[in-house]
């Protein structure tokens, strides 16, 4: 029993090194994906009220002049909508349009997500690996020892928990943004295909009349 015990000891203080790596590094993607993030706010927020003061107005008399009235560069949902209106009257490609934003808001998304669920994982895992050398050292009466390990717990757990909060809190936002722009490009497909079905009506009535 103290050999099985003693091979888990090694196997947990072994797992100490990698886990601080990994949690050296998602606290750099966590910064990574701040400064992103806060250029991402900016262009969003200003595309937004651009797209969403067209999208008011949005009817089958102005819908061919949308693509001139978007702004040139800004979030993915402009170029998606200038791809819809390069085929009005496809409605097949249109859902292939919306799912393929959902992909790509789900690829964008999976940062985040990665970031919210690992962090606390290893955060725990280098917050108990310490432990057992730390209570070693208390009852050998090395308080040095024990206070290193202690250290060591308490600053993986920040670290951990810094990192899953970043994920968890751009993920929410994120999610808000990519639901408001795919709720924009089912308004454009319904004006789309309200506008194909009155064109097809009109021409339908129009040989009907010659006939």
Known sequence: ???ISDVLFWISDGLLVPVIVLLILLFVRALLLLIGFFGQYLTSSKTASAVNKELKALDRSNIGSL????PESGTP???YIRMMLDNPGNAPA???L???FEADADKDLSVSKTLTKLG???GL???LIPMGPALVGLSAGDISSMAYNMQVAFATTVVGLFSSAV???TQQVKQRWYMRDLSCLELVSEVLETESCVSENSTDGHIGGRL
Not at 67 to 70: A, E, F, K
């Open 120 to 122: 606390p994982m290893l």
């Open 77 to 79: 949902v402009v170029r």
């Open 167 to 169: 994920g968890f809190i």
């Open 1 to 3: 029993m103290k050999f």
């Open 98 to 100: 919306m799912s393929d």
């Open 125 to 127: 895992m280098g917050t």
């Open 94 to 96: 249109r859902h292939k």
């Open 67 to 70: 693509s001139g009235r978007l």
